[in-house]
């Protein structure tokens, strides 16, 4: 059977950031990912992101990728990868961990310390019609676009006024596809306001307090239904049909957190990190003395925080095998906790803050 | 909830607030190659606009949450931050360019097609509206980043109005 130092699994960017730092200090690494290419949700994110200089503010997603690829490539000795790849179980007996190989290429490897970095997987929302080939999770949408270059329809509905559906809006705009209307169920849209306004001065209408009654349409969408709902969320009774061929679902994301599961990892439901998340110690280390989790598998959050939890991880693992000077390693974790603290200071911070502090644990030793 | 809120809810500034007031009139009215607006009302984490400004008009963040706060008798009207800024949330507005009822807006533009200098476009209002046509002066790209700055020619009654433009 296949062996490796560490399984780091998911390559999107808390998992780049893990291999990336475990292997800078001689850690052999094997990293896979499900997908055909790595990079996870970034390379598809064409906005210029958010934050400080030093999270790299102001560049855009698939370029920040480019640089963790870069990263990578230069620790290659290290780290083997595969694409592709999809680890479908963890069997918690002798910690063997089962994978998929394109469609049936079937194998076992067994690792000593494992990273999860399964990121998210999106909601969707109950609705009449909601089958219908023309309803997309926005992620997919943006994967098809900005991936594949392929425009998903003519005329959107988008579902949801956080960031997301704001954003993938723009990016709909910018491939030439009409945005009928975004309709936000809250009284107020959830994303930032600069990006309401960036869709609104285009022309969009953004309906407050709105929903998606029903998609309308026999073999596919060819049109949907919008109705005004009240603070409680019950129809008023005011509805509008809007001729669309596309109904995207911006309606949040879920931690992917199966693996853990299986490897009896203690999860906490944790609304503010959307969904059931691994306990973990302040190292990102969980219950489980050989599984460590970062980016949002560990908690629905940022690119920016997933990139630091991730090389968080990383030394974590490190640490644990055995490798590099521990002042080294404490000096760099001390730094990267302090980006975290920043990154996750303020108002915008604040639920990040609060539900982190119901999943973590002082540490593990009794 | 009273509409101006809802609106603002939605996207749409109404009235000056922190983060998002306008220029000194008189400095405004005098200052060659324009002033910045910026239209920055939520505490975020984000602070390009400052980081990449050359001459400091954009004063220091305290909290990296801050709104932007502007010290106009720095700002050059360069526009550096119009290219930089994630939220498309910096303009520069020239009262000095062209005739006397005419101003020079340059604002951001990531869609396609792409204007040429001399085309006329459609000027659009918070809302999306055309509400004026305007003509295209000049086009750069800062960052070479593919965010191209346009210099717009437009009415100079509607410099508080006007945010994008649409190639028509
Ligand atoms: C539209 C949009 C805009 C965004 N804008 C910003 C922004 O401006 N700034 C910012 O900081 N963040 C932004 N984000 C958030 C950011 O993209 C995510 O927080 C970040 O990608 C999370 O990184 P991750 O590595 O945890 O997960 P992901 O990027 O989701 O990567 C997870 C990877 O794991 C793989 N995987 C999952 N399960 C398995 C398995 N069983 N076996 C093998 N591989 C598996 C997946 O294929 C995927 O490649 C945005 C997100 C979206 C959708
Ligand atoms: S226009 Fe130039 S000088 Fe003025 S605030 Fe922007 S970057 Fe600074
Ligand atoms: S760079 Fe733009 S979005 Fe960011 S704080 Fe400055 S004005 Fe606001």
């Known amino acids: ?366 | 909830m009273d509409e101006k809120e809802k609106l603002f809810n939605s996207g749409i500034l109404t009235g000056e607030r922190k983060g998002a007031i306008k220029p000194p009139k008189e400095l405004w009215e005098t200052k060659k190659n324009g002033l910045v607006v910026i239209e920055c009302p939520q505490r975020i984490p984000c602070n390009p606009c400052h980081t990449s400004c050359p001459t400091g008009a954009v004063k220091p963040f305290e909290d990296i949450n801050d709104q932007p706060q502007i010290d106009y008798e720095k700002c050059t009207g360069c526009a550096r931050c119009v290219a930089v800024c994630p939220g498309l949330a910096c303009f520069v507005i020239d009262l000095t360019w062209g005739a006397e009822d005419k101003a020079l807006i340059k604002l951001a533009y990531e869609m396609l097609p792409t204007p040429e200098e001399g085309q006329v476009v459609d000027c659009l209002n918070r809302f999306g509206e055309p509400v004026a046509k305007g003509k295209v002066v000049k086009i750069t790209e800062p960052m070479k980043d593919k965010t191209l700055v346009v210099h717009v020619e437009i009415p100079k009654d509607l410099v508080m109005d006007i945010r994008a433009i649409r190639v028509v």
């Open chain 1, 1 to 366: 059977m296949r062996e490796t130092e560490v399984l780091v699994v998911g390559g999107g960017p808390a998992g780049l950031s893990a291999a990336i730092e475990a292997a800078s200090f001689g850690a052999k690494v094997t990293l896979m990912d499900s997908d055909l290419a790595l990079g996870g949700q970034l390379i598809k994110q064409t906005h210029k992101f958010f934050g400080s200089k030093n999270e790299r503010a102001g560049t855009r997603g698939f370029k920040i990728a480019e640089e963790l690829f870069k990263e990578l490539k230069e620790r290659e000795e290290n780290i083997e990868t595969f694409t592709n790849c999809t680890v479908t179980g963890y069997y918690k007996e002798d910690g063997v961990v089962s994978c998929v190989k394109g469609e049936d290429e079937y194998f076992h490897v067994k690792p000593k310390k494992i990273v999860m970095a399964t990121g998210a997987q999106e909601r969707i929302i109950p609705f009449p019609n909601n089958h219908l080939p023309g309803v997309y999770g926005a992620g997919a949408v943006q994967t098809l676009m900005n991936v594949y270059g392929v425009v998903p329809g003519e005329r959107v509905l988008m579902v949801g006024a956080g960031n997301i559906g704001l954003i993938v809006s723009y990016q709909l705009m910018q491939a030439g596809v009409k945005v009928v209307g975004i309709v936000e169920a809250m009284n107020k849209i959830g994303g930032y306001w600069v990006h309401a306004a960036k869709v609104r001065r285009l022309g969009v209408p953004i309906y407050l307090r709105h929903t998606v009654k029903e998609a309308i349409g026999d073999r596919f969408v060819e049109g949907a239904v919008i109705q005004e709902i009240d603070e409680k969320f019950q129809p008023t009774g005011n509805e509008k049909k809007l001729d669309v061929d596309i109904i995207c679902l911006a309606v949040g994301l879920t931690p992917t957190c199966e693996l853990l599961w299986q490897a009896g990892c203690k999860m906490s439901f944790v609304p503010q990190l959307c969904g059931y998340v691994a306990q973990r110690d302040k190292n990102m280390r969980t219950s489980h003395p050989d599984i460590w989790v970062a980016g949002d598998a560990a908690g629905i959050e940022e690119a920016s925080s997933a990139m630091v939890e991730g090389r968080i991880a990383g030394l974590g693992v490190v640490k644990a095998l055995g490798y590099g000077a521990p002042e080294e390693i404490q000096g760099r974790l001390e730094e990267y906790h302090m980006r975290l603290a920043d990154l996750r200071g303020g108002e915008v911070g604040a639920k990040i803050r609060e539900g982190i502090a119901l999943c973590s644990v002082e540490s593990w030793e009794v």
